[in-house]
C-alpha cells in the first residue's frame, strides 16, 4: 500500500524489484510513510529525497501488521 504522492521516491525502487505489487492509498489518508512487512520483521519507510527506515523484529507485532495490512489490501483501500 502506497501513498500516491510518494510514487516519485517508490518509483525508482520498484524499476529495480519487478515482483513488487502497489496499490495506492486515497487522498484521505495521505501519508509519506510506508510499511513493509517480510517475516518477523515490520520496517517503516518515510519516502523523502533521502528515506528514513525503521525495523522492528518481533513476531507478534509482524503478525499483528499483517492483519491489519490483509483488511487493507482485501479492499479497505481503492486502486489508482
Known amino acids: 500500500l502506497c501513498d500516491p504522492e510518494a510514487e516519485k521516491y517508490v518509483g525508482r525502487f520498484r524499476r529495480s524489484h519487478a515482483m513488487i505489487e502497489l496499490k495506492y492509498l486515497t487522498n484521505e489518508v495521505s501519508s509519506p510513510t510506508v510499511v513493509w512487512l517480510f517475516g518477523d520483521?515490520?520496517?517503516t519507510?518515510?519516502?523523502q529525497?533521502?528515506?528514513?527506515v525503521t525495523f522492528i523484529r518481533n513476531?507478534?507485532?509482524a503478525e499483528h501488521y499483517n492483519k491489519y495490512f490483509e483488511y487493507l489490501w482485501k479492499g479497505g483501500v481503492s486502486m489508482r
Open 49 to 52: 529525497e533521502e528515506p528514513i
Open 59 to 61: 513476531k507478534q507485532i
Open 45 to 47: 519507510v518515510v519516502w
Open 41 to 43: 520483521t515490520v520496517a
